[in-house]
């Protein structure tokens, strides 16, 4: 081992440290190097009986009987205690018989109430010239082992025994490190304690002496969510025939305002309003010209939300509606009820003050990485669509829309520091009517098509029937950023409540499509786009001061890392069996799905989504009347995505859509229902540690008590050279070279380290 930086020879501390492994020298053999056997009996004594506290004044010290010692002389070492070799006084071979009335050789046993372990023998061998200053280790040095040694391999045994005695005994320090660093660091509601010496002290304030640096990012908070209900009787429009039976309910909802902000002092309640567009089909009493009839209708609502939220912070609200019920009160009324959920993503900037040090001030401090997720660009970007859905051959001419269902998805995105292209599809199911063949022959005397078409197509429409169409377009959005950073993932979402579906005639175009009558899709989509970065910060947990009194204020933090992101595309599919009230099914006219009940886990490098899908069908029964009926039933799924950083523990987020949903009638009595789902999966870490605040020196009325300068710990469980550093004020750099130890290595329980203050 190499100490040319300290400037000692640490051959005696090697003999010290190996004494502990080999056996003592006899009492013949130590008597012929000038020490009579009665002295070194008499040092021996003393060595097992005898010892001081740190914490204990001068005018304190005991002495022990010879009986105590002859006692103590039994008992041994076990784990956790420190053998306290003082060298701040000059001890030479005709003044060990007087070391009993003395504190320049000392053992003290520290307590540990865990783990007993046999220790091995020590010899110690000091003889010094000079008086040494105390926290240098050129004292050390002028240690001689060939002028005494203390043999301490006699106290071995019967270690248990004597655990409770020196427990009661007031020479044994007791001070554990893990017990201290709970103390340190127990929290207390803001009102957290100092670790404080009981003794009287004066505080030393610091303000001006800090060194601090500040840790800045947006902290992203989600998961607030609070339900309404809405209760609403309706009307049926006087144009409308008398209502029969309700087939089928759905809405959509939006929210005045989408994003709120706070003032400076935050809020402690924020105000949502918004409006519910209820489409409701229903059957008509005397079904004439059309089998079912569509109301809409708009059910406005507002809620107080009692949530604080921080000063300028941003609150985005996501309104989903969970469940519909109705019921018909007479031919001319019905009345709707709603159960809403509202959840609420929030965005607020932090600024922590992080302690660094103090000027002028020689401390040792602990430092952890902590890696924390900035939002780097939050950006929305309106985009008008306006869209043409062709209608296919097998497509009867559309005349009355009675509902449409639109789903946006996206498909592909690629983020520049000066832009976002976005890439999305619009998937569109479509329930209408058909135009009857009166209202076509007025299509055909206005020359919209040909007399062949007119007359090809004419045989092919049903009067009034329903029927169904899907359709899907592609869409590209660009959305302009400012990102100089490199970017650790990206979030899009995409608000389609302004987007709707009417019937169009596109005039004369190609031979082909001569007349084409068709839908379109016309409105905008807001889309959101969240840019993050992974910022990665050392953080000072925890701080001593080699000779002062050192104590903080600690308080805790937590903030989300993003550990990565992940897609993957799940199929559903079920066979469903018609009720026997139903009969014979005629024909599927409409399909919708919600999802439902979404549950992300993140494990092993994966992140697991499941949920369930919410599947209502639209039919017509194989009977003289073709009766509508409403069929509803509900279709597991379940996927996984390959996420690199994804643990167990940690908070997995998944946005489900459904992109395709289709069915295939099998025969009569059952239908075949498939679904192509796309999941995007993200997920979150929680980093935590403990933040130092409000440090200030304290002055004790024990600062003035004499340490030891030398002494040989035996390690705990759980210890580390950090804890031990801290103990005894020293250094781990020193502690690790003075005992040969890797920085690095973990300290193995009932270790022998040498400490030097």
């Known amino acids: ?316 609200i996501k309104p989903v509606i969970e469940s519909i019920d109705y019921m018909v009160i007479n031919e001319r009324k019905f009345r709707a009820k709603l159960a809403v959920m509202l959840t609420m993503r929030e965005y607020s900037g932090k600024h922590i003050e992080l302690f660094e040090g103090i000027r002028g001030e020689d401390i040792e401090v602990l430092k952890e990485k902590v890696t924390v997720t900035d939002v780097l660009a939050k950006k929305s970007d309106i985009l008008d669509i306006e869209e043409e859905l062709m209608l296919k051959e097998n497509n009867p001419l559309p005349s009355r829309i009675l509902r449409y269902g639109i789903n946006v998805v996206e498909n592909h995105k690629q983020i520049t520091p000066e832009k976002a292209v976005i890439s999305g599809l619009i998937y569109c199911n479509i329930l209408y009517l058909s135009e009857p063949p009166e209202l076509f022959a007025e299509t055909i005397s206005e020359g919209n098509l040909s007399d062949d078409s007119a007359e090809e197509m004419q045989s092919t429409l049903v009067a009034a029937e329903p029927a169904f169409y899907q359709g899907k377009v592609e869409f590209t959005q660009f959305i302009p950023l400012d990102v100089t950073d490199a970017q650790s993932g990206s979030r899009i979402t995409f608000d389609s409540s302004e987007l709707s579906v009417k019937i169009k005639n596109f005039g004369e175009g190609d031979e082909e499509e001569a007349g084409g009558i068709g839908f379109a899709i016309e409105g905008s989509i807001n889309t959101s786009i969240e840019v993050y970065k992974n910022v990665e910060e050392e953080i000072v947990t925890d701080v001593y001061h080699n000779e002062k009194e050192l104590v903080y204020d600690s308080e805790p933090l937590s903030a989300k890392a993003l550990s990565g992101s992940g897609v993957t595309e799940l199929t559903a599919r079920e066979i469903l069996n018609i009720p026997a009230q139903y009969g014979d099914i005629d024909q599927v006219i409409y399909i919708s799905g919600k999802v439902q009940n979404v549950e992300s886990t993140a494990e092993n490098g994966k992140e697991t989504v499941s949920g369930n899908l919410e599947i209502e069908l639209l039919a017509l029964a194989a009977d003289d009347g073709r009766t509508p009926f409403k069929m509803q039933h509900t279709i597991p799924f379940r996927g996984s995505m390959d996420i690199a950083g994804a643990n167990a523990g940690m908070m997995a987020e998944s946005d489900v859509y459904i992109k395709e949903l289709w069915f295939d009638k099998i025969n009569s009595k059952q239908i075949e229902v498939n679904a192509g789902i796309l999941a995007l999966g993200t997920v979150f870490g929680y980093e935590t540690c403990r933040l130092i605040k409000n440090p200030c020196f304290v002055k004790t009325e024990s600062e003035n008590e004499r340490k030891a300068s030398m002494i040989i710990y035996i390690s705990r469980p759980q210890d580390d050279l950090w804890k031990i550093a801290k103990k005894f004020r020293t250094t781990r750099e020193r502690i690790s070279r003075i005992n040969g130890l890797e920085t690095d290595r973990p300290i193995a329980e009932g270790m022998k380290l040498l400490i030097i203050k």
């Open 1 to 316: 081992m190499k100490y040319e930086d300290d400037g000692f020879d640490p051959t005696p501390y090697d003999r010290i440290l190996s004494g502990i492994h080999t056996p003592a020298k006899s009492a013949a053999e130590i008597t012929e190097e000038g020490i009579s056997a009665s002295d070194v009996a008499r040092h021996r004594n003393s060595a097992a009986g005898y010892g001081s506290s740190r914490n204990r004044v001068p005018d304190q010290t005991e002495h022990r009987s010879d009986k105590e010692i002859s006692e103590a002389e039994d008992r041994g070492f076990q784990i956790g205690d420190e053998i306290v070799l003082d060298t701040d006084s000059e001890i030479t071979p005709s003044e060990i018989a007087a070391e009993e009335a003395s504190d320049s050789a000392e053992i003290v046993f520290a307590e540990n109430n865990q783990i007993a372990e046999d220790a091995n023998a020590a010899a110690l061998q000091t003889e010094t010239e000079e008086e040494p200053e105390e926290d240098t280790i050129e004292s050390i040095s002028q240690i001689d082992d060939e002028k005494e040694n203390i043999e301490l391999s006699e106290f071995k045994d019967d270690l248990a025994e004597t655990q409770s005695d020196l427990r009661s005994e007031e020479s044994v320090e007791t001070g554990d490190i893990a017990e201290a660093e709970d103390r340190e660091k127990a929290p207390s509601d803001r009102n957290e304690k100092r670790a404080e010496p009981e003794t009287e002290s004066t505080r030393i304030a610091l303000d001006n002496l800090l060194v601090a640096n500040e840790l800045s990012f947006m902290e992203i908070k989600e998961g607030e969510s609070t339900r309404i209900y809405l209760e609403e009787d309706i009307l049926v429009p006087d144009i409308k025939p008398d209502m029969a039976r309700i087939l089928s309910m759905d809405g959509s909802i939006r929210c005045a305002d989408r994003e709120i902000k706070s003032g400076q002092k935050g809020e402690d309640k924020i105000k949502v309003t918004g409006d519910i567009m209820l489409e409701t089909i229903y059957i008509p009493e005397q079904p004439a010209a059309e089998p079912m009839v569509t109301i809409q209708s708009r059910i406005p609502f507002k809620t107080d939300w009692n949530i604080g939220t921080a000063p300028f912070s941003s609150a985005v």
